[in-house]
């Protein structure tokens, strides 16, 4: 039975779920269940990336200030982050990435379709293969110290064409007739690695994990937002545990205080 009031508005995304069930019989009910898995899986996967990005924060005070730091020299503490602060903000970013690294999940099980090969290896139609994130985000021979927590292994420095607000000007008289170009400079910057081959946090291929732009997006301005606003602590850090390979908190988690800053 299905509490539902079929001819009222809906209140929420499961009303209007369960209507569709009700009233359309080409849709049966493991859609539904899979497509409110979809959307819960969502919400709480970015919830708990956060909560784990500001646990990383109140366990190494240090990583704190570089992202205040990178914050306040950005906006000046006079602007809320938006989310295309984003690659002026690398650090902050770098760190939602190294929270990742430490939780990606070991199994993302897919099955051969056909006979393959895969590094020499026979792969027969039909067989159950493993990409094993943990293995490949912890493992020594792709990271340096892969135990320590240090979100600038995702940074590198890249060159940036930036245009200065000034005219060229030699002071000769006759640049004065010639059209005047803003002049361009090489500066360099730090900036987050992309397309590292072994860091897989949402698999690649057809079947890559659908939500990816907006964990990225929704994390990184929501953990920047909260850091702008406030520092975060914990009663005791021995209650910050963290299962390895795991986005998900514990049902009972811990707390974190959230104390505002003084700006
Ligand atoms: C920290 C957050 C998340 C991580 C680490 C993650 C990771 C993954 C991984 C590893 C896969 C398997 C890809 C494969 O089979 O090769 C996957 C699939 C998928 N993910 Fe995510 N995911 C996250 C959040 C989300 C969110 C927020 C959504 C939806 C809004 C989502 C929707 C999906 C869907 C629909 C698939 C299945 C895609 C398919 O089979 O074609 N995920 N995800």
């Not at 005070?61 to 730091?69: N, Q």
């Not at 094993?132 to 892969?146: F, I, K, M, Q, V």
């Not at 000007?169 to 590292?196: F, H, L, Q």
Request: charged content about 30%.
């Amino acid at each position: 039975e299905l509490d539902l009031d079929i001819e009222g508005p809906e209140k929420d995304f499961l009303d209007g779920l369960l209507k569709v069930l009700h009233e359309d019989p080409t849709v049966d009910r493991n859609t539904i269940i899979f497509m409110l898995e979809d959307f819960l899986g969502g919400h709480s996967s970015v919830g708990n990336l956060v909560m784990l990005c500001l646990t990383a924060v109140a366990r190494d005070p240090e990583v704190g200030r570089k992202i205040r730091a990178e914050l306040d020299g950005l906006t000046k503490g006079k602007r809320p982050v938006t989310l295309l602060d984003r690659h002026s903000l690398p650090y902050t970013e770098a760190t939602v990435f190294e929270c990742l690294r430490y939780a990606s999940s070991p199994i993302v099980p897919h099955v051969a379709t056909e006979n393959a090969a895969i590094s020499g290896y026979g792969v027969e139609k039909g067989t159950i293969v493993f990409i094993n994130n943990y293995e490949l985000n912890t493992s020594e021979e792709y990271w340096n110290e892969p135990e320590k927590f240090d979100p600038s292994r995702f940074l590198e420095k890249t060159k940036v064409r930036v245009r200065r607000n000034s005219f060229c000007d030699s002071g000769m008289e006759s640049d004065g007739e010639r059209p005047r170009k803003p002049a361009e400079t090489e500066k360099e910057v730090w900036s987050v690695k992309r397309n590292i081959p072994h860091f897989l946090p949402f698999s690649i291929g057809k079947r890559t994990c659908i939500g990816q732009t907006l964990v990225t997006t929704m994390s990184f301005v929501m953990f920047a937002s909260i850091m702008q606003e406030f520092e975060i602590g914990a009663e005791n850090l021995e209650d910050l545990r963290q299962k390895p390979a795991c986005v998900a908190l514990p049902k009972d988690t811990y707390n974190l205080f959230l104390i505002p800053r003084k700006h």
